[in-house]
């Protein structure tokens, strides 16, 4: 390819709207274009990239046992009336109406309609296991498309979807692709861990998510340097923090004016804030209060307590008439005296202290020398709280240390939620009729090259890890006027060719500056120069834009030392 044929427009500003450098970077390289909040339109280079990931995806799915087929975006609302999904999936689905009145959705997953694809022809447990998988857009209508690529609205996702017998073939299944996704990822040249990950509102057993670590991350994970356990900070299990035995004294109640914070509590009583319970209050979809309780230097983990409360699925900050009617206080919150029926929900951890101080659910008012175990009634005990820095491994015990990153891909097994509620069955060895036992495998594709950004840039721009480059090297002519220049790059741009490497010649008129600019924005991985050192010194230059290191080699040596270069890359 040759630049003059290219199609790539960089910007040397970056647009306002972008706040992550992938988004800056992906609009000034000229990889994408916003079409509309969290849609977009993606130019040559952006593509060129795409495809290499879903390249290496593909290979990696066949691989696996997995076979690519294409459904339709277009989802009958019918099929999601079956799971269950239509009500509670949200707003986040978009949602359509055809000419007749009928609903369909723009799809933002397929368990549903790969489900109901399977459902009337794998009849056998011959035909398992199964896997089939597709390349498609997805739409969600997030709260906050933002970040580019990172979370949009309509974005590329492969999912695949595994069929088996039973539970055992499902985790064989989900080892295949917790396997192929290491591969994808490291063949991607990213940086990343896979974390164990809460299921979500997808169901069923465990999971775990593929994270690119970048500092710029929105998942925050947990792990260990003693072992080798990594946990997003919404799943990682935490010990229950033991407090030394003291004799349990009696409940007393005393006034704390205004004190309303725990900051505000632990300074007026004097008390250290390990020795405090502090409240936080939800409602759920239904309006139901859910009050969490945690130690006073701790935080509350909103994805636990959705687990621990049956039937809840989003949770909003209570209204303060929700509290005061169960019988609570706001800002005086305590497990004692709350009307019956109230959903209580306290952390392992507060079970374990003695003579604290919490809430009396009366203004101004706090109770000394709480012993939760003596004094909580009817409360849901459970882990509840937020991991971090330096909590113990539930593993090893080691400290935890914590990092971010982004979120590209991830696994769930699915057991029979979905093959239940749409009636997929099979016929075992004994003619006995059975649900399909299902995983679901997704990876944003449009997020991991947004990920690869995030993780490899600088001051100057893109630094592509080579195997998802646009081009994975460009041969720059000095001055493209210059005849003898252009042709000498001509002909070292043809041999790349012939030896598979994939390259662009810049052969643009444009100053020499201003295409080594570019050639840094976009961040091919090699770089090579065709000046008059090349035509009269035989030097030719190679600079590699990871290091910014320049490397001579002569027109008889160049083509073997590239090619060693670019393994490295
Ligand atoms: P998130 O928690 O970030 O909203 P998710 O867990 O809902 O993502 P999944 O349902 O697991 O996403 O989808 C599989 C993959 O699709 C994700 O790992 C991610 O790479 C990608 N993805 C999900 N939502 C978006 C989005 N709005 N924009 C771009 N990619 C996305
Ligand atoms: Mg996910």
């Known amino acids: 390819m040759k630049a003059t044929n290219l199609y790539a427009p960089t910007l040397r500003e970056s647009p306002a709207e972008a706040e992550v450098i992938s988004h800056k970077l992906m609009l000034r390289a000229g990889l994408i274009r916003k079409a509309a909040g969290g849609v977009y339109s993606y130019l040559p280079l952006g593509w060129r990239t795409i495809r290499k990931i879903q390249q290496i995806i593909r290979e990696e799915m066949d691989a696996a046992g997995g076979q690519e087929i294409a459904m339709p975006i277009i989802q009958p609302s019918e099929l999601w009336k079956e799971s269950g999904r239509w009500e509670v999936y949200g707003d986040e689905m978009m949602r359509m109406k055809d000419r007749h009145g009928r609903e ?54 492969k999912d695949l979807y595994s069929f088996d017998r039973d539970e055992e073939g499902m985790n064989v299944s989900y080892q295949k692709m917790y396997d192929a996704y290491a591969k994808i990822f490291t063949r991607c040249g990213l940086e990343f861990r896979p974390v164990e990950a809460d299921n979500g509102a997808i169901g069923g057993g465990h999971s775990h998510e593929f994270t690119v670590l970048a500092q710029s991350g929105e998942s925050s994970i947990a792990y260990c340097g003693g072992c080798d356990y990594a946990a997003s900070d919404e799943k990682a299990e935490l010990k229950v923090i033991v407090e030394a035995p003291e004799d349990a004294l009696p409940l007393e109640k005393v006034e704390t004016p205004d004190a309303h914070t725990i900051e505000l509590v632990k300074d007026y009583l004097q008390v250290p804030i390990e020795k405090t319970i502090k409240a936080v209050a939800f409602q759920d979809d239904d309006e139901r209060l859910i009050l969490a309780f945690v130690r006073g230097d701790h935080e509350v983990n909103e994805v636990k307590i959705l687990n621990a409360v049956e039937g809840a699925l989003h949770l909003h900050m209570a209204e303060e008439s929700a509290i005061v009617a169960a019988g609570g206080c706001p800002g005086f919150m305590s497990p004692i005296g709350l009307k019956p029926g109230t959903v209580v929900l306290v952390d392992s951890t507060v079970m374990e202290m003695h003579n604290a101080v919490a809430g009396a659910n009366e203004k101004d008012f706090h109770y000394k020398n709480v012993n939760p175990k003596r004094d909580f009634k009817d409360v849901i005990v459970t882990d509840l709280r937020m991991v971090k820095e330096g909590d113990p491994c539930p593993r090893c015990g080691a400290p935890l240390k914590m990092t971010r990153g982004i979120e590209a891909g991830q696994v769930f097994t699915l057991g029979t939620k979905y093959s239940q509620s749409l009636g997929a069955t099979f016929l075992d060895e004994n003619g006995k009729e059975k649900p399909l036992v299902m995983g679901c495998y997704g990876i944003g594709v449009g997020r991991t090259m947004a990920a690869a950004i995030e993780q490899n840039n600088d001051e100057h721009g893109i630094i592509w890890p080579r195997a998802i480059a646009p081009f994975e090297l460009v041969v720059v002519p000095v001055n493209a006027k210059n005849g003898e220049q252009l042709s000498y790059a001509e002909r070292v741009y043809e041999e790349l060719k012939a030896a598979g490497v994939d390259v662009l010649l810049d052969d643009r008129t444009e100053r020499a500056g201003v295409k080594f600019k570019d050639c840094d924005l976009i961040g091919y991985p090699l770089r090579i120069t065709i000046g008059p050192k090349a035509l009269e010194e035989n030097v030719i230059e190679v600079k590699v834009r990871k290091t910014g290191e320049v490397l001579s080699f002569t027109k008889e040596s160049y083509l073997r030392e590239v090619r060693e270069l670019l393994k490295k890359l």
Request: aromatic share 12%.
């Open 104 to 157: 369909f959705c723009l799809g933002p997953t397929h368990e549903e309609m790969i489900t109901a694809l399977v459902r009337d022809e794998v009849r056998s447990y011959k035909q398992l296991p199964l896997m089939l998988y597709q390349m498609a857009n997805k739409y969600r209508d997030e709260i906050r498309p933002r970040f580019g690529l990172m979370r949009s609205r309509e974005f590329i996702m």
